[in-house]
């Protein structure tokens, strides 16, 4: 069984910026791609970035190029999602996944945090 646990949201100004982690657990984290995706109030749920095993590729949306940057700890079992530059449409309930790396780039996990919410005030 995979868990995984968002952490490092919160209220955040225009302009600001917040680091979301995911602290992965369960099964081989190393080999593992993952992914970061939200759903705004009312909107379906939106890939935002995945990142393969070795963090040697990284496939973003475009409304989050340039402005959020994914990373990972394999000895930590973490992901990271740097975000800058918010606006208040980066305001939305923001979920960790794991599976595979050509299935999460589609939008679509094989298993997902419990999510972790941001939301910016203008």
């Known amino acids: 069984q995979v868990q995984l646990v968002e952490s490092g949201g919160g209220l955040v100004q225009a302009g600001g910026s917040l680091t979301l982690s995911c602290a992965a657990s369960?099964?081989?984290?190393?080999?593992?791609?993952m992914g970061w995706f939200r759903q705004a109030p009312g909107r379906k749920r939106e890939f935002v970035v995945a990142?393969?095993?070795?963090?040697?590729?990284?496939y973003y949306a475009d409304s989050v190029k340039g402005r959020f940057t994914t990373s990972r700890d394999n000895a930590k079992n973490t992901v990271y999602l740097k975000m800058n530059s918010l606006t208040p449409d980066d305001t939305a309930v923001y979920y960790c996944?794991?599976?595979?790396?050509?299935?999460?780039?589609?939008?679509?996990?094989?298993?997902w945090g419990q999510g972790t919410q941001v939301t910016v005030s203008s």
């Open positions: 996944a794991t599976g595979p790396y050509g299935t999460i780039v589609t939008g679509a996990a094989s298993y």
């Open positions: 990142i393969n095993w070795s963090g040697s590729s990284t």
């Open positions: 369960g099964r081989t984290f190393s080999s593992a791609a």
